[in-house]
């Protein structure tokens, strides 16, 4: 009331609908699987463990920052009324407007790459089992172009569903996409290095820390800053626990708390995930 509007949500979540809120909406699972040929590109294994510790580092710092203003304006707006706030009197208008609109720029490309890698990993599954799709798997055909395009669209318009259904399922929602992921998770680092050392072999401690890659034909220097944008994208959307500060009970305390811890949970499981990766990457020859 004293921001000049009415609170009509109801309080009802705890502190694990917070924290799977952020944890699902930074998905690390999916972020370190969907640009992992990026950080390869771009400096190789030395450079994707390297730069993933340095930007987990900021990360947390700024996780730690935001968590400190959600505490103190455990609001539904959060990150735009977080801005307008740190901005002072003259120029919130602006700083909230640039935030929010860079965010729902950013959550929009998200939605419609996260629909598209997920049609992609799953149409890979025909090369895995040697279907055959006329025409050819390959871009150059329309007809597969179309397919992938509509099943990117079929993933778009259920998440787009979601985002409709009563409020009281949401507590489930996020509880069940935690429940995904961390099996996912436990699938990858328990399978993926049994399955790689069955076949191919697992790469040696050396050439998964100590080697480098240049794949994008860029300076070396260049080539090895390229490498974050492999863990920054990996690495955004913790403040989602922001966005429903106005549904937690608590919510100054247990709002602050669910955004931070859910930074760091990716942050290690993230790294971990990279790691297992790294271990399990076939030679680049």
Known sequence: QKLGYKQTLHRTWNYIENFCASFCALNFIGGVRSVFFLGLLAGGPKAMWSSYLITLAGMWITAAVLAEIC???????SIYIWAAESAGPKYARF??????WWACTAWMTFAAGNCQTTANYIISLMVVYEYDFPGGISM????FRAVVWILSEAF???AIAL????PKWYSKVFKFALGLM?????LVIIWLPIGASKTYGLRSTHDAFMTTYNGTGAPPAWNWILSFLFTAGTLTGFDAAGHIAEETKNASVIAARGLFTS???TGICGFLTMIVFLYCTPSFD
């Open 140 to 143: 150059d055909n329309v007809k």
């Open 263 to 265: 930074a760091i949970a």
């Open 95 to 100: 700083f909230a407007f640039v935030v929010a």
């Open 182 to 186: 961390m099996l996912d998770f436990f």
């Open 163 to 166: 985002n409709h259904l009563p």
């Open 71 to 77: 505490s103190a304006l455990p609001l539904s707006g």
């Open 156 to 158: 778009l318009i259920l």
